[in-house]
Nanobody, 124 residues
Framework: QVQLVESGGGLVQAGGSLRLSCVPS????????MGWYRQAPGKQRELVAM???????NFTNSVVGRFTISRDNAKNTVYLQMNSLKPEDTAVYYC??????????????????WGQGTQVTVSS
């Protein structure tokens, strides 16, 4: 079973920093885009940041200037550096791999995969 494994969440005071990492459980041949989403209690899941294979990035307005996203294409790993954290950043953060392709025997499989989520809590 293909999994994305997130790490780096935790409890931090407002103004602090955290770095999230996401590593797939298998080796993908290629991944179109990788991103981070978050879901706060009672709210819908929202896109936080994404990065394409070519390095183009996109951020939700509320994190511009505070968060950066990067990826290691050789390792199929994506990172989210979160600085100047605010209480409103508190949420479960999910990693996503879109258009992820791998070989399963003689078959080529492409899909959209999610991590299990990691909790980020920012105290005021």
């Amino acid at each position: 079973q293909v999994q994305l494994v997130e790490s780096g969440g935790g409890l931090v005071q407002a103004g602090g920093s955290l770095r999230l990492s996401c590593v797939p459980s298998i080796s993908f041949f290629s991944i179109n885009a990788m991103g981070w989403y978050r879901q706060a209690p009672g709210k819908q899941r929202e896109l936080v940041a994404m990065i394409t294979r070519g390095g183009t990035t996109n951020f939700t307005n509320s994190v511009v200037g505070r968060f950066t996203i990067s990826r290691d294409n050789a390792k199929n790993t994506v990172y989210l550096q979160m600085n100047s954290l605010k209480p409103e950043d508190t949420a479960v953060y999910y990693c996503n791999a879109d258009g992820a392709t791998y070989y399963s025997g003689s078959k080529v499989v492409t899909g959209d995969y999610w991590g299990q989520g990691t909790q980020v809590t920012v105290s005021s």
